[in-house]
């Protein structure tokens, strides 16, 4: 079946530190991948997608590639900061397999210091 | 425009009553989700809805966990007979249509099983 593998933490950076939070996956089909943030106290927001190899999804600093050939889709942030303290999802939906439903890594507490 | 909305969000109950969460997806979204987000089992897919039907029930954990949506919008998760190990954090999302891939998220219903 479908999983989603992602480095555990928790992850602490000080502010402006470069961030890189792994995540592979396994999927029957042809996936579309995705990162999700939750908030301390909110819900989960998505963050950036990316539906086919070699796409990159970029927000608010954050950037991910789909690489196939490696079954990665790892998430990056150049520099973080205080607001970026949170716990990250990485996701998949297959669309070969049960596309309706997304498929989480169990997810990084990334905590920036000042 | 509004999100999805959760209700109630938080919820504490006794052993053994029967419990009904609530989720309002966002207008015109034709697909519904629900997800259950605990410390041991990480975030799991329960069931989804195309309209008012529900083409996989797979994920629920058992018989004593329902759905049912109606008029296309709302609906209603109840849980039977309530066990101490259905204490999680239940999520509502939903989708344009179930090919979209994007999924937006409610605040969530923290459920306390005492």
């Known amino acids: 079946g479908d999983s989603v593998t992602q480095m555990e933490g928790p992850v602490t950076l000080s502010e402006e530190a470069f961030l890189t939070i792994n995540c592979t996956y396994t999927a029957t089909g042809y996936p579309s991948l995705f990162w999700y943030v939750q908030y301390p106290g909110e819900g989960l927001q998505l963050l950036l997608k990316a539906t086919k190899a070699d796409d990159k999804g970029s927000n608010k600093g954050f950037e991910a590639t789909y690489r196939k050939e490696t079954t990665s889709f790892h998430l990056e942030k150049g520099s973080v900061q205080v607001s970026d303290s949170a716990v990250y999802f990485c996701a998949l939906s297959d669309r070969g397999g049960s596309n309706y439903k997304l498929t989480f890594g169990k997810g990084t507490l990334l905590t920036v210091n000042p | 425009g509004a999100g999805v909305s959760q209700s109630p969000s938080n919820k504490v109950t006794e052993k053994g009553k029967d419990v009904e969460l609530r989720c309002d997806p966002i207008s015109g979204h034709t697909a519904l989700y629900w997800y259950r987000q605990s410390l041991g089992q990480g975030l799991e897919f329960l069931i989804y809805f195309q309209g008012n039907s529900a083409p996989d029930k797979s994920g629920l954990p058992s018989d004593r966990f329902s759905a049912e949506r109606t008029g296309g919008s709302v609906s209603t998760l109840t849980i039977q007979r309530t066990q101490q190990e259905d204490s999680a954090v239940y999520l509502c999302?939903?989708?344009?249509?179930?090919?979209?891939?994007?999924?937006?998220f409610g605040p969530g219903t923290r459920l306390t099983v005492t």
């Open positions: 999302a939903s989708s344009q249509d179930w090919i979209m891939d994007e999924q937006y």
